[in-house]
């Protein structure tokens, strides 16, 4: 199926792997991913490449299992060696990691996701800062955080399953993208 961008972006992307995209969602239709390899495919578009000093990310987000005990992708802008911003849940942990390229600097959350329950997750940067939140509550910060340029690639953005990671059965709905820090 085709999972149709409702902003100005015309950013549409495509099922990989069998994704169901009319699955119910928290706000409406979300990408259901029932199986490790399940994804959407959203073309490289030059307003996904977040190398600005202020972006966000947000988006509803429900598991339906148990970590694999791998590192289980819920999203990534990139490939496996070059990485602009993506989000996981950490191997057999129920935490997000959430990173930036370059040198995969980023953070762990505080909070456990449980599987069942729909999650509101924003990732900001906003100058050398990090910032996770979890249902609109600050979870964790990390300072220090460096990025520039040279992070910007070509390479699709990958919701669920990419070429070099595997998601777990889960749901997202109202993928996100922003300019600035929310």
Not at 27 to 32: E, H, L, M, P, T
Not at 43 to 72: N, R
Not at 147 to 161: F, I, R
Request: negative net charge.
């Amino acid at each position: 199926g085709e999972v149709q961008d409702s902003g100005d972006g015309s950013l549409n992307g495509k099922a990989i792997g069998g994704a169901n995209t009319t699955g119910s969602g928290n706000v409406c239709r979300s990408a259901s991913f029932t199986a490790a390899n399940h994804g959407i495919e959203i073309p490289d578009d030059p307003s996904l490449d977040l190398t600005g000093s202020s972006w966000s990310v947000a988006f509803w987000y429900k598991m339906m299992e148990d970590s694999s005990g791998g590192w289980d992708q819920i999203f990534i802008k990139g490939n496996g060696s070059r990485r602009n911003y993506a989000m996981w849940l950490r191997p057999s942990s129920g935490k997000i990691h959430f990173r930036v390229d370059p040198g995969n600097q980023g953070l762990d959350s505080n909070s456990l996701l449980t599987p069942g329950a729909w999650y509101f997750i924003t990732g900001v940067y906003d100058s050398s800062t990090l910032k996770l939140y979890l249902n609109g509550a600050l979870d964790r910060i990390a300072t220090g955080i460096t990025m520039d340029a040279s992070s910007d690639n070509d390479d699709p953005l990958y919701l669920g399953k990419s070429a070099q990671y595997n998601t777990i059965q889960s749901k997202i709905d109202e993928f996100m993208v922003f300019s600035k820090a929310l």
